[in-house]
């Protein structure tokens, strides 16, 4: 009865070979919306049919997942606060999937819960999302994003593909004029 909902096109989803496939696969996007995984991403990385994944979201959300595209750019990821966060995540991410030998998507699950264990143990909230970690990890995978070495701390640091990494000196040991401190009651002359 829902028209919005279009017919299955032939190619979504991938067949599914077996019934312990088809568990495998159910499992991984329970885990996925679990996390808070949105539903363009589910689409990318489980094996289901898209009304499969649609079903399993409301019955486990109890409400239909948000409509629209991905709200992220690369920019996000290099300001100032989110990039801590970032840096951590895909330090994460490449540990378990060096480290730990896991493929793409799981490394990608066990990155995210590694983070956000550690910014609890910190006491911060975490700022990125689980789609928003999804997406960090799919522009580094596609080159879009790298990790630089900090030349002060030594740490890795999320920056852009283009720019350069020889002389980086993170955010952390040399913050912006800004970070930290109240702004100034006139608006002239932001950021110089
Ligand atoms: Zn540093």
Same mark, same amino acid.
């Given at each position: 009865m829902d028209a919005r909902i279009p017919a299955e096109?032939?190619?979504?989803?991938?067949p599914v070979k077996s019934v312990l496939q088809d568990m495998?696969?159910?499992?991984?996007?329970?885990? /996925?919306?679990?996390? =808070?995984?949105?539903l363009q991403v589910l689409e990318s990385e489980v094996s289901l049919p898209r009304?499969?994944?649609?079903r399993l979201y409301k019955e486990l959300c109890g409400v239909s997942p948000p409509k629209g595209m991905l709200p992220f750019s690369t920019d996000w990821f290099v300001?100032?606060?989110p990039n801590a966060h970032a840096s951590m995540l895909l330090n994460a991410?490449?540990? /378990?999937?060096?480290? =730990?030998g896991l493929d793409g998507t799981r490394a990608m699950l066990a990155g995210f819960r590694m983070y956000r264990e550690h910014?609890?143990?910190?006491?911060?909230?975490?700022?990125?999302?689980?789609?928003?970690?999804?997406?960090?990890?799919r522009f580094y995978e596609r080159g879009m994003l790298q990790l630089a070495r900090c030349q002060c701390c030594g740490g890795k640091y999320v920056v852009h593909a283009h720019d350069p990494r020889r002389h980086y000196i993170c955010r952390l040991c040399m913050p912006p004029a800004r970070a930290g401190k109240s702004r100034k009651p006139t608006t002239a002359g932001a950021a110089g």
């Open positions: 096109p032939p190619h979504a989803g991938m495998e696969q159910t499992r991984l996007a329970v885990e /996925m919306i679990g996390l =808070g995984a949105r009304v499969r994944l649609l300001t100032w606060r991410y490449r540990f /378990m999937r060096r480290g =730990g910014v609890g143990v910190i006491g911060e909230a975490a700022e990125l999302s689980f789609t928003r970690a999804w997406t960090l990890v």
